[in-house]
């Protein structure tokens, strides 16, 4: 159970993480839109900006889909340890 809640704090904490970074990445993808000019710097800028924003979506996603596996996992085991 120790293993568990250590492993779940440190995963919880990387979601955390990146759903902080997530935030900035929409904040800045906002600030660029309000800007009137469509420059290529700023067109790169979005591109940029929106590809972090879904690398970070589809990470968050794997990561709470890994906690998930690993809980199933853990508890599979231990009902095959305890025979229940």
């Known amino acids: ?9 440190l995963r919880v ?6 759903k ?3 935030e900035k990445e ?17 067109q790169s800028q979005k591109e940029l900006c929106n590809n972090q924003i879904e690398f970070l979506e589809k990470e968050i996603d ?4 890994e906690l998930e596996k690993l809980r199933k996992d853990i508890i599979s085991k231990r009902r095959q340890k305890w025979v229940v």
Do not use: C, D, V
């Open 20 to 22: 902080r970074r997530l």
């Open 1 to 9: 159970e120790i293993h568990w809640q250590l492993l779940r704090g």
């Open 62 to 65: 794997f990561l709470e889909k």
């Open 13 to 18: 904490w990387e979601i955390k993480q990146l």
């Open 26 to 42: 929409y904040q800045k993808m906002g600030q660029l839109s309000r800007q009137a000019e469509e420059n290529p710097e700023t």
